[in-house]
T-cell receptor, first 110, second 114 residues
Framework: AQRVTQPEKLLSVFKGAPVELKCNYS??????LFWYVQYSRQRLQLLLR??SRESIKGFTADLNKGETSFHLKKPFAQEEDSAMYYC????????????FGTGTSLTVIP | KAGVTQTPRYLIKTRGQQVTLSCSPI?????VSWYQQTPGQGLQFLFE???????NKGNFPGRFSGRQFSNSRSEMNVSTLELGDSALYLC?????????????FGPGTRLTVL
């Protein structure tokens, strides 16, 4: 069965410190992985997807099929990164339905 | 392009009542998905409509239903409301065409059941 796991509900880091938000998934086949972000009082929006292999706002994520992970990383956290982050999965095996993790609330301490 | 819009933004209902939520997708998008967002469960998929047909369905009871109109606007209905239905209901639109396409989310409807 398809599943996305985000083990950390809450994560706090100091400004300028590296940050890593963990995401593990289960999926039979080749999934498409996404990170969505929800800033305070804003709607959920796409941060990045693995197929684009882009760095958005300094964030990167690498799909590790061996470890079935798609961790989100940023070398130097900024206060404006404080938000709720959701990892999501989709693909042909899900009928292109999206499965979301339970989210990680990131707080960057000034 | 105008973004996804949802109405109403806030609703207060009592147990046993029913409620209808509306979602207008981005122009040209044919797929609308609905999610229930709660602090403990995150986003849980309700259903997806594409070209007026339900294409995917999550694990919610039959009290939750939806439909899509020819202009791609979608409505979600919840009958016999329960306290546990209190949540933020999000809709997301996408092109819905071949392959996985990015979902664009609306601001949500905050439903409170008393």
């Amino acid at each position: 069965a398809q599943r996305v796991t985000q083990p950390e509900k809450l994560l706090s880091v100091f400004k300028g410190a590296p940050v890593e938000l963990k995401c593990n998934y289960s999926y039979s086949g080749s999934p498409e992985l996404f990170w969505y972000v929800q800033y305070s009082r804003q709607r959920l929006q796409l941060l990045l997807r693995h197929i684009s292999r882009e760095s958005i706002k300094g964030f990167t994520a690498d799909l590790n099929k061996g470890e079935t992970s798609f961790h989100l990383k940023k070398p130097f956290a900024q206060e404006e990164d404080s938000a709720m982050y959701y990892c999501a999965l989709s693909g042909p095996n899900t009928g292109n339905q999206f499965y979301f993790g339970t989210g990680t609330s990131l707080t960057v301490i000034p | 392009k105008a973004g996804v819009t949802q109405t109403p933004r806030y609703l207060i209902k009592t147990r046993g009542q029913q409620v209808t939520l509306s979602c207008s997708p981005i122009s040209g998008h044919r797929s609308v998905s609905w999610y229930q967002q709660t602090p403990g469960q995150g986003l849980q998929f309700l259903f997806e409509y594409f070209s007026e047909t339900q294409r995917n369905k999550g694990n919610f009871p039959g009290r939750f239903s939806g439909r899509q109109f020819s202009n791609s606007r979608s409505e979600m209905n919840v009958s016999t409301l329960e306290l546990g239905d209190s949540a933020l209901y999000l809709c997301a639109s996408s092109s819905g065409l071949a392959g996985v396409s990015e979902q664009f989310f609306g601001p949500g409807t905050r439903l409170t059941v008393l």
